[in-house]
């Protein structure tokens, strides 16, 4: 699968769930489950088999971000570990998660973001539509971007 460029020592790449399911679990159980409070059932909503994933790893191979693309088009799961924040991994992962979507000829990708992070996504060409709601008790706004742009 399709992958970027070292940076910062960190490698970002697209991965199946069969190969790196883990590693992408290992990193969402960390900051959802343990730092967030979101209830493992809810996490691991067994759709991830028929999603496409990307993994960020430090130079020593350990997992350290991750995100995935579900068929219809809705980015999610967007985790950083806690010490990684800050570093471009998660808009590096963002991005190979919207050029995925173009390789699969989907022309308009959409995401609920925890409104904490709805700056980083409004930064990277997203926009908000509809109002607050709540998601595993965490508030949330959908936000889209045209891929054709």
Same mark, same amino acid.
């Given at each position: 699968?399709?992958?970027?460029?070292?940076?910062?020592?960190?490698?970002?790449?697209?991965?199946?769930?069969?190969?790196?399911? @883990?590693?992408?679990?290992?990193?969402?159980?960390?900051?959802?489950?343990?730092? =967030?409070?979101?209830?493992?059932?809810?996490?691991?909503?067994?759709?991830?088999p028929g999603c496409a994933?990307?993994? &960020?790893?430090?130079?020593?191979?350990?997992?350290?971000?991750?995100?995935?693309?579900?068929?219809?088009?809705?980015?999610?799961?967007?985790?950083?570990l806690p010490e990684w924040?800050?570093?471009?991994?998660?808009?590096?992962?963002?991005?190979?998660?919207? @050029?995925?979507?173009?390789?699969?000829?989907?022309?308009?990708?959409?995401?609920? @973001? =925890?409104?904490?992070?709805?700056?980083?996504?409004? &930064?990277?060409?997203?926009?908000?539509?509809?109002?607050?709601?709540?998601?595993?008790?965490?508030?949330?706004?959908?936000?889209?971007?045209?891929?054709?742009?």
């Amino acid at each position: 699968m399709g992958g970027e460029p070292w940076e910062n020592g960190v490698g970002v790449a697209v991965v199946t769930w069969e190969e790196a399911g @883990a590693d992408c679990l290992r990193v969402r159980t960390r900051v959802f489950v343990e730092e =967030q409070g979101v209830p493992l059932e809810v996490e691991a909503d067994g759709r991830d088999p028929g999603c496409a994933h990307v993994l &960020a790893r430090d130079p020593t191979g350990r997992p350290v971000g991750t995100g995935r693309l579900l068929p219809d088009g809705r980015i999610g799961r967007m985790a950083v570990l806690p010490e990684w924040r800050g570093k471009g991994i998660g808009r590096r992962i963002l991005g190979l998660l919207e @050029a995925e979507a173009r390789r699969r000829g989907l022309r308009r990708v959409t995401l609920h @973001a =925890q409104t904490r992070a709805q700056g980083f996504y409004e &930064a990277a060409g997203y926009r908000v539509e509809g109002g607050v709601f709540e998601e595993a008790g965490i508030p949330h706004v959908t936000m889209w971007k045209d891929l054709t742009a």
